[in-house]
């Protein structure tokens, strides 16, 4: 569709037309071109929706992208397109984007499925990784220096080795398999078609201190972690310090699981998503 200021914005969906919204927001890097739970949408009456952020994808940048910006274009996209009961989900660097849409009364619902946290919030400080700390002092120094550099050097070959790198061995079966690595690289490319500035701009975004106070968020959010996960870029607590911070959080944390939980229990995830919606 064309925004209000004659901007591109592009999208994925899945499941029946008049299913219920889930907008999808992906994780690093990635155009919704991979979506998730395809095989259950349809029996749950869901329509799940990934945009690509803007500079990713098909979708064109936004000369000063922000957390509150892609509010903007979320609003104009849920009003051009009539959509009511519109529910979320935020995967890895995701979650920011789905809870700045909760912040602003956007959803009714969330779930944060192996979520990034507010890794700058002091709390989380002394919970990080050395290296990911050290990036999060880089963007506080100058995050125009920071942005300049990640727009010259990261690629999508580079962050797919870097995303096994950092994955559990019971991510990696999946994520190295046939069908769903070659899934998961288009997503990517496609992502980084544009170059690697949207990428750039989402890192200063996401780690930087966020716009929207979690605290403040009044809607159900369903916090979703594996206790397998080894990402040094996602909750390093496994969504302890979010669950403290919403009012309104279910956290659940499966032993079992990885990183990877949103395609190993997509089901799951979709169906305690849609019971925070009362249809007639």
Excluded at 101 to 126: C, F, K, M, Y
């Amino acid at each position: 569709m064309q925004l209000h200021d004659d901007r591109r914005l592009a999208w994925s969906e899945w499941g029946p037309v008049d299913g219920i919204p889930v907008l999808f927001c992906p994780g690093a890097g990635m155009s919704g071109w991979l979506g998730f739970g395809a095989s259950d949408v349809p029996s749950l009456g869901l329509k799940l929706i990934a945009i690509d952020r803007p500079g990713l994808g098909l979708s064109d940048p936004h000369p000063s992208k922000t957390l509150s910006s892609w509010v903007d274009d979320t609003r104009e996209f849920i009003q051009t397109n009539n959509l009511d009961n519109v529910l979320a989900v935020g995967f890895s660097q995701g979650a920011p984007f789905a809870f700045a849409l909760a912040g602003q009364g956007l959803v009714e619902a969330i779930a944060i499925v192996s979520g990034q946290d507010e890794l700058a919030h002091p709390h989380l400080r002394p919970l990080l990784h050395p290296d990911v700390a050290g990036m999060i002092a880089a963007v506080q120094q100058d995050p125009v220096a920071f942005e300049q550099h990640f727009s010259q050097i990261a690629t999508a070959d580079g962050l797919w080795q870097l995303i096994i790198g950092m994955s559990a061995e019971c991510d990696r079966i999946l994520y190295e398999s046939e069908t769903f690595g070659a899934a998961y690289q288009r997503a990517l490319q496609e992502g980084f078609s544009q170059g690697a500035q949207g990428y750039a701009r989402d890192l200063i975004n996401t780690f930087s201190l966020w716009t929207v106070k979690l605290e403040d968020i009044t809607v159900p959010v369903d916090l979703w972690y594996g206790g397998l996960d080894t990402s040094t870029v996602h909750s390093p607590d496994f969504g302890a310090t979010l669950a403290s911070r919403l009012p309104n959080a279910s956290h659940t944390i499966n032993p079992e699981e990885g990183g990877s939980i949103l395609w190993t229990k997509s089901r799951d995830i979709l169906a305690k998503l849609k019971a925070h919606v009362s249809t007639p």
